[in-house]
């Protein structure tokens, strides 16, 4: 049975779903606070599981759970996503600080030290990678030769420890107890 998107909706349209919305209202308050959505992004995440809801009426038997589900749901994608923009953030802030050049800048050269500093506190395999891939500027078969990891596999271990490293700048960021270098 497919979805007929052209129709109105049934059962009185904007009143069943502003009703599906005051039934679960403080269900999902309570999802979005224990996944730490930001009250500016919240919203926008109930729009969007609501949206899905309106597309998806027709096979849902149980609208105020399917909605908890969906809604928790876009909660992991958006920290999955957020995450992400973190970590391309870092990489590519990590290429900016450890690609080579005259370090005539005083803050530069700080912010190298501190970028080293912060690599020190990952366990030795992420330190050894990073400062392949970055400090020298090794390509993936390059740092494969060097590490004994599969080409394949460099892209996946290097994502995985400029995550590590981002988490680490994050928690210090929000003053975390034992984060900073």
């Known amino acids: 049975m497919g979805i007929d998107e052209g ?16 039934r679960t209202w403080s269900r999902q308050q309570k999802i979005l606070a224990a996944y730490h ?3 500016e992004d919240a919203e926008d995440l109930v729009q969007e599981t609501l949206m899905q809801f309106v597309r998806k009426r027709r096979l849902i038997h149980s609208p105020d759970q399917w909605f908890s589900g969906a ?9 999955r996503t957020r995450s992400r923009r973190l970590t391309v953030a870092v990489d590519g802030a990590i290429l900016d600080v450890m690609a080579g050049g005259a370090d005539s800048d005083a803050e530069r050269t700080a ?29 993936d078969d390059e740092v ?24 680490k700048l994050a ?11």
């Open 7 to 22: 129709r109105a909706p049934e059962n009185g349209g904007d009143e069943e779903l502003a009703d599906l919305l005051r």
């Open 71 to 79: 809604l928790r749901n876009q909660c992991r994608m958006y920290w």
């Open 111 to 139: 912010l190298r030290h501190g970028v080293v500093r912060w690599i020190a506190k990952l366990d030795h395999k992420c330190q050894r990678l990073l400062r392949l891939r970055y400090g020298l500027g090794l390509d």
């Open 37 to 39: 959505v930001p009250p």
């Open 171 to 181: 928690a210090a960021d929000r003053g975390r107890p034992g984060a900073a270098p």
């Open 144 to 167: 494969a030769e060097e590490t004994g990891y599969r080409s394949s596999s460099v892209d996946k271990v290097t994502r995985r420890c400029v995550q590590a490293l981002s988490k």
